[in-house]
């Protein structure tokens, strides 16, 4: 067969792209925005509606950012956040929705009009979000519900649980660039108070071999998306997977079957967090 018979033949191949929801504490950090903007167009980036919400009353919390915080257990995890950071980020938000070069970013909304969906989602998981955040917002303590930034949580949750091969990527500790360390049982923020709420967190170690394996096509991610230099300055990125056994394969498996009658388990009940650090000094501390 001659070579000109092979002229017209072209092949392409194409690698799904990581799917991810980003963390309120994350966007709102000094370089979260930044590392957003640099990532957006290598990956599938969503926001929870909760932190929509945020942006849209932007004004109120960059001249009040306490508010954000509200009684949400911060101190002893991530206790360094500053309020002129969350101005900061606030700001650079705002310059970024009003940017159409940013990126493509995508959110559920109350409904089909309001969110913005991926070519391969379909409408059908805005029900399953609905459905699975109103069950984390029955976890959240009382005293927890009018901040803002703990009301988020459940929605960002709730969107990666909602999401098929989602990921939910946050931070460790928001100012290790600043020279502060965490130490080395910490928790990240959300899943310190994710485990509050009755969501036990699991910390991954090294030694795992599927996070030696997720890691490395994460780190190869973040260089062909130019940003290595986010984890090379220290910035404490963490991945986070759920495991919600009542909610697979798109559906509630919260009613008891045929026979026995038996207890019905509510939709996050026996669910969990494992999480990972992308930074190279935590792989290298850990064991």
């Known amino acids: 067969m001659s070579r000109e018979a092979w002229q017209d033949l072209s092949v392409q191949i194409s690698r799904r792209r990581l799917r991810c929801v980003l963390d309120p504490l994350l966007c709102l950090s000094r370089r979260g925005v930044a590392l957003i903007r640099r990532l957006a167009p290598c990956a599938e980036l969503w926001l929870a509606p909760a932190f929509l919400g945020i942006l849209d009353s932007w004004d109120l919390y960059y001249d009040e950012p ?37 990126g493509q970013l995508y959110w559920a909304g109350d409904n089909l009009h309001e ?17 699975l955040a109103q069950g984390l917002e029955h976890l959240l303590p009382k005293d927890l519900r009018g901040a803002p930034l703990a009301a988020a949580f459940p929605d960002t949750v709730a969107l ?64 062909e998306a130019g940003i290595s230099s986010f984890l090379w300055s220290g910035l404490p990125l963490v991945v986070a997977h759920l495991f919600v056994p009542g909610f697979v394969g798109g559906v509630a498996s919260e009613f008891p079957g045929e026979g026995e009658p038996r207890p019905v388990k509510g939709i996050w009940e026996d669910a969990g967090v494992f999480w ?12």
Request: charged letters at 25%; aromatic letters at 6%; proline letters at 5%.
């Open 115 to 131: 969110s913005s969906l991926a070519p391969d989602v379909e409408a059908t998981m805005l029900q399953h979000f609905e459905h």
């Open 276 to 287: 990972y650090s992308l930074s190279a000094e935590d792989h290298h501390g850990a064991a």
């Open 160 to 223: 990666v649980a909602a999401l098929d091969h989602a990921v939910l990527l946050t931070l460790r500790e928001p100012h290790a660039h600043s020279g502060l360390r965490a130490p080395p049982g910490l928790d990240p923020t959300i899943c310190h108070n994710l485990g509050r709420w009755g969501l036990p967190c699991k910390r991954l170690g090294l030694g795992d071999d599927f996070v030696q394996y997720e890691r490395a096509l994460l780190v190869r991610l973040f260089v």
């Open 66 to 102: 306490e508010l954000l915080i509200g009684s949400l257990s911060m101190q002893e995890h991530g206790g360094a956040y500053r309020e002129d950071e969350f101005r900061e980020a606030l700001g650079a938000w705002i310059k970024l929705r009003d940017d159409p070069g940013h």
